[in-house]
């Protein structure tokens, strides 16, 4: 990619609003779709097979209009087309970075926006998904937790924002060629906008549509889940979605995260990692990643470092460092590259692959932790965080 091409900016045309009325069939599970297709008339004994075909269009060949379903009656494709909408997100501009970053703002019902980020890489290729507009926590060196608005995304919001970066990157199967394996958009993330084990059920049902070996099919494993830190559901992440942890750590003694991660107040160290060592049996994934944002003379010390380490010691890890990425006010300032060496060296020394984080995108505004849209800019108040969170 080069590194000096410049920055595009495609303002697409769009209508405001999304289709309202009849129902949208994207994001409802198999047995969802088969009760509201027995609702609108299709004979029960062939719901569950109409499920299969409609599914397949949807979610193997990104077919948006039921016309193309081609091996459903007319009478079934009219009867669809009637009752039911294939609704995704809208995307309302598309920025690509000098890098090959790829940053949607993304438009969902009610006129909130999100954003969606597109990481390509020698040997992968990684969506960063929102599930939810804002977010009701406040981690003090976050630009979305600065966010006054919060809805949680729907199941069909949050899985239509990898089916739409599949139409940008016109990676929906072709009918007869052999499937590609080495896909453009390999990876999941949800470090995007919000706190996704806020939203449980819908990132839960909105995965198990995108692990379904009949559609998108992404493996488990190619799916990483990005926590604050919410205890209690840690366990269920496990045992109903099975993908990959990823947890933000930031800090080795509570005083600092309580500060970086307000929601340490309620579930502190000890008991986060309880939940973490845990996490690896339960779901049987792989190492669970201990991301860490590196903030100059806040928890940045040498003496951090090996804390660090002894803190998760035992638990099947990598820790991932990053640069912390500076927004406008922002109240901290990224570590010197010397300093990030330094930590990261103790750590790869105690026997842990301690990756630094490359900043992508950064021309614009698509890395970690700069997310926010556009129209939504107000700082929250301390009482309105305080009525929120609980804290
Ligand atoms: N709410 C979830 C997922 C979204 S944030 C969570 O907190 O885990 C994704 C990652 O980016 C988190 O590790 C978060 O702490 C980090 N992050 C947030 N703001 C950042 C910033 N300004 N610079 C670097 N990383 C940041
Ligand atoms: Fe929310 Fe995550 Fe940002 Fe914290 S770091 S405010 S949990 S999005």
């Known amino acids: 990619m080069d590194a000096n091409a410049p920055i595009t900016h495609d303002v697409l045309t769009i209508p405001r609003k999304l289709p309202e009325g009849p129902q949208n069939l994207i994001g409802l599970s198999r047995d969802q779709m088969r009760d509201v297709l027995i609702k609108v008339g299709i004979a029960e004994k062939q719901a569950k097979m109409r499920v299969n075909q409609i599914w397949q269009w949807l979610y193997h060949w990104g077919v948006r209009d039921f016309g193309e379903m081609t091996n459903l009656s007319k009478s079934v494709r009219a009867t669809l087309a009637e009752n039911f909408v294939i609704g995704l997100p809208q995307v309302v501009t598309r920025q690509v970075s000098g890098d090959g970053t790829r940053k949607y703002l993304v438009r969902i019902a009610g006129g909130h926006e999100v954003e969606v980020v597109y990481i390509p890489e020698t040997d992968r290729g990684t969506l960063c998904i929102s599930s939810q507009v804002g977010c009701t926590l406040t981690c003090s060196f976050c630009h979305t937790g600065t966010q006054k608005l919060v809805r949680n995304l729907t199941t069909a919001e949050i899985i239509g924002q990898i089916m739409l970066a599949r139409d940008d990157l016109g990676e929906w199967p072709v009918p007869g060629a052999p499937r590609d394996e080495n896909r453009l958009l390999s990876n999941v993330v949800l470090m995007g906008m919000g706190e996704p084990l806020y939203n449980f059920e819908n990132v839960r049902d909105a995965m198990k549509i995108a692990m379904d070996p009949e559609g998108i099919s992404l493996s488990r494993r190619r799916i990483t889940l990005s926590t604050s830190g919410v205890v209690p559901e840690i366990a269920r992440t496990a045992e109903e979605i099975g993908c990959q942890l990823a947890i933000s750590f930031h800090a080795t003694t509570d005083e600092v995260r309580d ?131 609980g804290l």
């Open 259 to 389: 500060k970086l991660v307000p929601i340490n107040k309620r579930w502190p160290l000890v008991d986060l990692l309880e939940a973490l060592r845990n996490y690896p049996k339960v779901s049987n994934s792989e190492r669970i990643t201990f991301e860490y944002v590196m903030l100059e003379g806040v928890n940045d010390s040498d003496a951090d470092a090996r804390r660090l380490v002894k803190l998760i010691e035992g638990i099947p890890a990598k820790i991932n460092l990053i640069p912390f990425n500076e927004w406008p006010g922002a109240p901290y300032k990224r570590s010197s590259n010397n300093r990030i060496r330094a930590f990261a060296d103790i750590i790869y020394r105690a026997g842990y692959s301690s990756p630094i984080r490359k900043p992508r995108g950064e021309d614009i505004m698509a890395a970690c932790g700069q997310l926010k849209s556009a129209t939504e800019r107000a700082r929250k108040t301390r009482a309105e965080i305080a009525a929120e969170t």
